[in-house]
């Protein structure tokens, strides 16, 4: 008798252990990442549904919301200060991306060859990217000031005439960039020598043999095997170039208006102003959406291209 009821007692704790398993098993995986949607409902897809609710409300800066529609977006249409900043961020991005991805190209080509003291270059280019953007853009306002910054110091020893970095459209763009570019070409060239370091070897050898030279080998080899990582640093510069805030800010000295006649004033500072200067958060939310559906369209547009690469290759 009680050999059986120790028997069903064991086989009764064996069962529990059994649906504890199989409910440990099911239930864990959810348990570890609910945290991060924890998070990301309470700082991301709230805001992003809330902004998108102010866009439709004619909100002023405490005070309450009245419904408004579309009408905040018709008025966006309608403004020139919100197409001069869509204008000026499309320049500062394109100014500031093309010559950054292509400087970092060329640097992960050479960093990828045998050098002396590989590894020490190797976090010397990342430096730039681990310094502030406050302390980088700061150094580059002295460095540009038309009175006394080093480069017109420079350019007066070639016989040029001093620029106004500060008040000009173009020049001001061009040192807003150059911030832009100092600070990102070393993280986007380690992230092609990553790449590269992935090629085969066999590739490289089976075109030296074709007698191929070793600018032939890059421009052969080495780019249409890490044009992935290319369409990827692409997509994600340019949504970083659209979202680009701090260097005009703090370059316009605080800033929000992008200088005196709005001539490096970008979509963020643009929204930046019209939410917390001006206090219209309505228009300032809209701002934010149509920064959204920009990136969206340009995502869309890269991942399509990369697509139809992808097809061509294996086609």
């Known amino acids: 008798m009680a050999t059986s009821v120790r028997a069903e007692s064991d086989g009764s704790q064996a069962g529990w252990r059994s649906k504890l398993y199989r409910l440990d098993t099911k239930a864990s995986p959810y348990a570890y990442i609910a945290p991060f949607f924890l998070c990301f409902a309470a700082f991301g897809l709230f805001p992003l549904i809330y902004t998108g609710w102010l866009s439709l409300n004619e909100v002023q800066l ?3 919301a009245t419904w408004a529609g579309f009408r905040n977006y018709t008025e966006l249409w309608h403004n020139e ?3 001069n900043a869509l204008r ?4 500062l991005g394109l100014i500031s991306t093309v010559p950054q991805l292509m400087m970092a190209l060329g640097l992960a080509h ?4 045998k050098l002396r003291a590989r590894g020490f270059f190797r976090v010397a280019v990342l430096a730039p990217y681990a310094t502030s953007i406050a302390a980088a853009s700061l150094v580059f306002v002295q460095l540009f000031n038309p009175d006394y910054g080093m480069i017109n110091q420079l350019l007066g020893h070639l016989g040029i005439d001093p620029v106004q970095w ?3 459209k173009w020049p001001s763009q061009i040192a807003i960039s150059s911030i832009v570019t100092w600070r990102w070409t070393g993280y986007n060239a380690l992230i092609y020598l990553a790449a590269m370091q992935a090629v ?3 590739l490289y050898e089976a075109a ?5 030279s070793r600018w032939r080998q890059f421009i052969s080899v080495t780019i249409p095997s890490i044009r992935p990582t290319i369409f990827f640093t692409i997509i994600v510069s340019t949504i970083g170039a659209t979202q680009l805030f701090g260097e005009p800010l703090i ?3 605080n800033s929000a208006s992008g200088g005196s006649a709005h001539q490096y004033q970008t979509l963020s500072l643009y929204m930046y102003d019209k939410g917390w200067q001006i206090g219209e958060l309505g228009q300032a939310s809209a701002v934010a959406w149509v920064m959204l559906l920009i990136l969206l369209l340009i995502g869309t547009v890269q991942l399509f291209v990369l697509r139809k690469n992808r097809q061509k290759q294996g086609g």
Do not use: Q, V
């Not at 050479?110 to 060859?113: A, E, K, M, S």
């Open 110 to 113: 050479l960093l990828n060859y």
């Open 200 to 202: 085969p070897g066999d």
């Open 251 to 253: 370059y316009g000295g």
């Open 62 to 64: 405490g005070t309450g």
């Open 88 to 91: 000026n961020t499309f320049t």
């Open 81 to 83: 200060f919100f197409w």
């Open 208 to 212: 030296a043999l074709d007698g191929a």
């Open 166 to 168: 500060s008040s000009s």
